[in-house]
């Protein structure tokens, strides 16, 4: 029996439900050349229904299916076949595409000088092997809840100083007239201590608003990204006072 006009029209209805819902799913590209390891972080991600996730299993791979359709994460591992997740995460930061998803690396390194290498080739969250599923499921949504934002009010987008221009939407920064190239890490955090001038900001609370989270990295990192930040800053890197025991400041 054909189907009358009104069941057509409701299973089109049902149709356009479902692709919008598929729509609306978060997709999650992992790049892991460990097929038990890809297929467990699918598993759990996907187990909730919001989240669609894709595997690449080489560095080459992941470059193709990220530029061709970017997606809302990446979860990139380092140790890869073809191309370095390293090299990956530089050529991704580089292409206006995909330079703005959010990337969490996972591998096997676990020093402190890894985890700056990878934060620094613009990763915004580092988890280490063996992990727990359960932790790197909280990471994801940590660095989304983080890409989307937190209702703040929106700061000026332009900060004019004796030395220091900063266009946080063009993502220009200049120093006495002359551009400064930061990592995106440097520049998220200058962003966030200019937006919040003349505030002490814990090391704590630079980890949990600039790298998405408050735990596993070392407050040290925070040490070393502002070194480099004032270094690259020359003149304008002395606004950024260090308040003994407490944090940093941003002063005018």
Partial sequence: MLPTRMERANGAATTRTLAGRAQARTRVLVVEDEGDIAGLIRHTLERGGDVAVDVAMSGDEALKVATADPPDLIILDLNLPVMGGLEVCRLLRSRPG??????????????????????????????TKPFSLRELSARVRAVLRRGRGD????APAVYRGRHLVADFDAVSIAVDGEPVRLTRREF?????????????????????RVWGYDRLIETRSVDVHVGRLRGKLGEAGKQIETVVGLGYRFVE
């Fill in 98 to 127: 995909t330079a703005g998803v959010p990337i969490i690396m996972l591998t096997a390194r676990t020093s402190e000088g890894d985890r700056v290498t990878g934060l620094d080739a613009g990763a915004d969250d580092y988890v």
């Fill in 151 to 154: 209702g703040a009010a929106p």
């Fill in 188 to 208: 998220e955090l200058l962003k966030y201590l200019v937006e919040n001038r003349s505030r002490v900001l814990s090391r704590d609370r630079l980890l949990e």
